[in-house]
């Protein structure tokens, strides 16, 4: 017989941009329910109303959204509740696998996770702070400007190469910037359409390009707002001002993390796993989880597979690129070893020796690069 939780009653609450509605369970074997809802209005009525739903020794649940840690944090500090949980929507099949999808219905089904399901099984979010959660958001829109920049970049290659010009070197116009705006008026001059197609597309570039160099300075403050952190991941062949900024955010000090593997999966980038009889396989990775961490320490490892094999982490990715042939697998494999590494130097507030195993100079010549000379202040 399962032990009766400790809650006075249960509140599930599932939110949109503008509306709410929450759903209470209560009684003996928290079998009887009431609905309540309002409006998430601009003045915080809508959180007060919330609020006023809440008891001495409820517990609240909600789904992860654009709109829930805010709420979570609100509900932490203002309310009687006992606890306050965030769970991830990617993992609740009791909602995305339901016929009926409805405000009020989700609510229930929300409430019923913590009266049904077993405390371990959860799909818990961990509600970040005002500062994290403005170093994600920061993030976030770093990955969006780059995802336009290479789309715009896309269409004006495939412009010319529909004109009959596949000669174009994209990598050229990127390093050179002015060098696009001479091609376009050498090549389409007496295609006027065509032109003005690729002047929207260069004003396009110039315009995402500016809005990442402002971006580049909020990666910096970033890591100068934390130094320690940022010099860990610095210290590791192939991690840039980017990918050092997505971790400070991500995975802050470590501490949540007692081992390795939780970091990995909460990246994604453990392996899927099908098993029957005397079938045992591993399949791609899950790709479930923090996409901004996955996305750029995957770059990282790219990198590092064209480093000279000089340190234990070169050596190994220059292992893996020659085990096999498929290089994003190799890829995947050199930045499970960075995330691995980065987190025992987080634990161990310690530096890659391998990096200032002949001095500081390597390290202090990749910060100058990034414009973050500040950090050498805190070694």
């Known amino acids: 017989m399962q032990k009766r939780p400790a809650w006075t009653r249960i509140v599930g609450l599932d939110l949109s941009k503008s509306t709410f509605v929450g759903c209470t369970l209560y009684g003996e074997d928290f079998e009887s329910r009431e609905h309540f809802h309002g409006e998430m209005t601009s003045d915080g009525k809508g959180y007060g109303e919330i609020c006023r739903n809440i008891r001495d020794g409820d517990i609240a649940l909600m789904e992860a959204g654009s709109s829930t840690f805010s709420l979570a944090r609100h509900l932490m500090s203002e309310s009687r509740a006992a606890e306050v949980v965030v769970l991830n929507p990617g993992r609740l099949r009791i909602i995305w696998e339901s016929m009926r999808k409805s405000d009020k219905a989700d609510s229930f089904k929300i409430a019923c996770v913590a009266r049904d399901m077993n ?108 130094p320690r952190q940022a010099l860990a991941w610095l210290s590791l062949p192939g991690v840039g001002i980017v990918n050092a900024a997505t971790l400070i955010a991500y995975v802050g000090d470590g501490s949540r993390f007692s081992s390795p593997d939780q970091l990995l999966n909460y990246a994604g980038l453990v392996p899927r796993q099908d098993q029957s009889g005397t079938v045992d396989k591993k399949c791609h990775i899950t790709k479930r989880g923090c996409s901004a961490i996955r996305r750029n320490i995957v770059q ?44 025992s130097l987080l634990h161990h507030n310690s530096l890659y020796n391998p990096t200032i195993e002949n001095g500081y100079a390597k390290l202090e010549t990749k910060l100058r690069g990034y414009k973050l000379q500040a950090l050498m202040e805190h070694i």
């Open 119 to 226: 405390r371990s099984s959860w799909p818990v979010v961990p509600v970040p702070s005002k500062d994290e959660q403005s170093e994600r958001s920061v993030m976030t829109h770093h990955i969006f400007l780059r995802k336009q920049e290479t789309q715009v970049f896309n269409r004006l290659f495939a412009l010319y190469n529909s004109l009959g010009h596949p000669e174009i070197d994209k990598a050229g116009l990127k390093s050179n910037p002015e060098l696009k705006w001479s091609i376009a008026s050498e090549l389409l001059s007496n295609n006027q359409f065509a032109f003005e197609c690729a002047v929207m597309f260069n004003e396009q570039i110039d315009l995402l390009q500016g809005q990442l160099d402002v971006m580049q300075e909020k990666l910096r403050r970033i890591c100068l707002c934390h």
């Open 300 to 343: 990282s490892g790219q990198v590092v597979m064209l480093m000279r094999p000089a340190c234990p982490i070169t050596r190994f990715a220059y292992r893996k690129s020659r085990e096999t042939p498929f290089k994003g697998k190799a890829a995947v494999a050199v930045a499970n070893r960075l995330l691995r590494t980065g987190l």
